[in-house]
């Protein structure tokens, strides 16, 4: 099978000789190359870091809030909704809770945290028990779980008691509410800041009596699911709740941290639109490369072109030149990505020996990078540079393939 003039003459045009068009030849393909590796590792970091938030919001947080809907009152068959509740598949755990924004105080210092309340029991449900760094797994009596971040701004440590006043102070103006006094029985790290520092978790019977609320009941039901991240099986779950439970409002994971969610995939987007300019410039290398081809064979298109080869013709030769060039940096910017997210921790390691600090474990709670590869991403990657690669190669081609073949043989 012969192959066809145009492609046989764009790859004879990259054998590599000693000219300036080889030179600027290689020049292009490295360029697409660290072009699109940049854009492949940063989305891959990016989707890694939207990963981990997701697992450390799902383990610590509950999957679906089940309120009232329309009016502010106690839900007062909670442990018979949540049986309920627990039947509907999917449904992991239904857990009864208290959630207020309360003060809390320690050695005259002062935080403003939320405090959850919930059934002892169930509390393996609400949380890992591994994130549990120091103390028990305990909310028995008048006990509270904090994180680290809120332990070292108050001073607290195991066994230290903890005053946590009500906010009901400041709704009920005829009725005295007094401090609770609850010891700290365990420290919990979850990695992330905010629920680190944010968070006082304690027993149910504890958050009714802070809230005064004398005939038990909760505010809200707390549900944890099998697989919250497959959206069909969580929409699936949802409607079972909603139907089960008419007159409530069930608010999903997505829907409280949905400014979280969108604050990630803006500044990806941003990030991706920001490097794909340094892929843009590496196109136009491309374009160069053309450039000095078409004017360095100048001569060999006005003898094509009287031989009878077709404008058509001669401008696919140098589109597909232009297109060679840009696949070839597409797989070897993959490959080099791929290389690099396979290695990323080794180079990190590295880095930091020499001096460059690129990432504290500390500050955002992780012992490595993390990073995923979507397949998807990377074909819309190497797609977007495809496009602009042939955008760039036709004006050139279009150049070479208008020349006036008696002026191109007349030009030394």
């Not at 230290?160 to 006094?181: A, G, Q």
């Not at 081809?293 to 009878?308: D, M, P, R, Y």
């Not at 393939?401 to 008696?406: G, Q």
Request: proline content about 5%.
């Amino acid at each position: 099978m012969h192959t066809p003039f145009p492609l046989f003459l764009a790859l004879k045009y990259l054998k590599p000789k000693r000219s300036v068009a080889s030179v600027v030849t290689f020049v292009s393909i490295v360029g697409v190359m660290f072009g699109v590796a940049i854009v492949i590792i940063v989305r891959a970091v990016m989707t890694g870091f939207g990963d981990t938030w997701k697992g450390k919001i799902l383990d610590f947080k509950p999957h679906i809030t089940l309120v009232r809907g329309g009016e502010f009152r106690p839900i007062d068959n909670e442990m018979e909704l949540c049986a309920r509740l627990e039947q509907i598949p999917g449904v992991t755990a239904a857990l009864p809770s208290i959630v207020a924004r309360v003060l809390v105080e320690h050695n005259r210092r002062v935080l403003a945290p939320l405090l959850t309340g919930t059934d002892p029991g169930r509390l393996p449900h609400l949380m890992r028990q591994e994130y549990i760094v120091s103390g028990a797994f305990d909310l028995e009596g008048d006990a509270a779980i904090i994180g680290t971040g809120m332990a070292r701004q108050l001073g607290l440590r195991v066994g230290d008691e903890l005053l946590v006043y009500s906010p009901m102070n400041l709704v009920d103006k005829d009725e005295v509410y007094f401090p609770e006094r609850l010891e700290v029985t365990g420290l919990y790290e979850s990695g992330k800041y905010d629920y680190d520092s944010g968070y006082v978790i304690t027993s149910l019977a504890v958050a009714r009596d802070l809230m005064g609320m004398k005939k038990g009941g909760a505010y809200a039901i707390h549900l944890k699911t099998v697989d919250p991240q497959n959206m069909a099986v969580f929409n699936r779950v949802v409607r079972d709740v909603e139907a089960l439970c008419p007159g409530y409002v069930a608010q999903t994971w997505l829907e409280i941290d949905r400014e979280l969610f969108t604050a990630i995939a803006t500044e990806k987007n941003m990030m991706v639109i920001l490097l794909m300019f340094i892929t843009i410039v590496a196109i136009f290398c491309v374009m160069n490369t053309l450039i000095v081809l078409t004017v360095q064979k100048t001569n060999e298109i006005g003898l094509l072109k009287a031989l009878g080869f077709s404008s058509w013709q001669v401008m696919l030769t140098f589109v597909l030149h232009g297109w060679i060039q840009c696949f070839a940096g597409t797989l070897l910017g993959i490959a080099a990505a791929l290389a690099v997210l396979r290695n990323l921790q080794n180079l990190v390691a590295f880095l930091g020996r020499c001096g460059v600090d690129v990432f504290q474990p500390s500050i955002y709670g992780l012992s490595e990078i993390p990073w995923r590869v979507v397949p998807s991403e990377i074909v819309i990657v190497a797609g977007m540079v495809v496009v602009f690669c042939t955008i760039a190669s036709v004006f050139p081609a279009w150049r070479a393939a208008r020349m006036d073949p008696v002026a191109a043989l007349r030009k030394e």
